[in-house]
């Protein structure tokens, strides 16, 4: 076995990386007279690394879960207790590592058992007690990075529309495309930073391969692959700064929208694939708008002020 584990290799799944850096990060170091256990659980964790690295996007959570269970028993013989064994909050890896197993369900699945961070098993327990068990929509995938890269992010191995929430706190200009080859590429956002949005992923632009991105940015950011539940429900009123997406479901035909400060803004429907749809208002600087909408849909706010959403109805 080799005394160090050499530096990461570059992998379009950013699981893989994270991963290697969780195996560089460890304090086991083989040694001519280490226990056969040890030495075998670290080799395990070590075969997976590389295996994941050359495996298949499918292939790759499994192949993980065996080199994070291979660290977690070495752990044990070492008598160490450390976050670094723990998996990612099943929710959202950016919550760090789990602290509890819940029972959860998807809406309209079958329940499972889920790795959550301490906040998420508050949550679920709170709304369990009051609504009966809890659904909440997983992130698929996510990835920090710093600068311009070429990745992609696991999805749920269908072509279904998604979501991409991107932040990034450089003041420059920040450009995400998404696709790649024959099904052609699409720009999801082209503007000044700083920048914290949620964007649409249409129908067919990810494959079972992932969500292939190219962001060209010159600062840090975080990009995270989310299901459409993750949409806002407008309700009687929503408000924000900067791009976003809401599900209207009353059937009125009339929402108004209020805008604050100097920059453009525009509202458009987005169609159940998530396609762009018309545009429904745009304009520059502090404005108040009636929008006509058809009744039950999902509208996308482009904007770089403060806004307000109203439902006539509500």
Known sequence: LPASLPAPRPAHDPAVTTFGLLLQAHPFVPAPGSPYQELAAWSRALEAYDEAGRAGAEQVPGILAEGRAALTTLDRLLGLDTPAAAPDCFF??????????????????????????????????DAEATTGPAHAPPAYDTCHGNGALRL?????????????????????????????????????????????????????????????????????????????????????????????????????????????????????RLYRDFRPGPVLAEGTGTARVELGVPGVCLLQVEASGAWRLVDTAA
């Open 92 to 125: 959202d890896p950016r919550h760090g590592p789990a602290a509890a197993t819940v029972r959860w369900a998807p809406p309209h699945g079958a329940a499972r058992t889920v790795e959550v961070c301490r906040a998420d098993a508050a949550r679920l327990a």
């Open 152 to 268: 992609t992010l696991r999805t749920p191995g269908d072509a279904a529309p998604l979501l991409l929430a991107f932040t990034c706190d450089t003041p420059r200009t920040v450009e995400v495309i998404a696709g790649s080859g024959r099904r052609g590429r699409l720009r999801l956002l082209r503007r000044q930073g700083p920048v914290g949005a949620v964007l649409p992923v249409p129908r067919g632009t990810a494959t079972a391969a992932g969500l292939a991105l190219d962001i060209r940015a010159s600062g840090p950011w975080t990009a995270t692959l989310l299901a459409t539940a993750h949409t806002r429900d407008l309700g009687p009123s929503a408000e924000g700064t900067g791009p976003d997406i809401l599900t209207k479901e009353t059937r009125s035909g009339l929402v108004l929208l209020h805008h604050q400060g100097p920059g453009p803004f525009r509202v458009r």
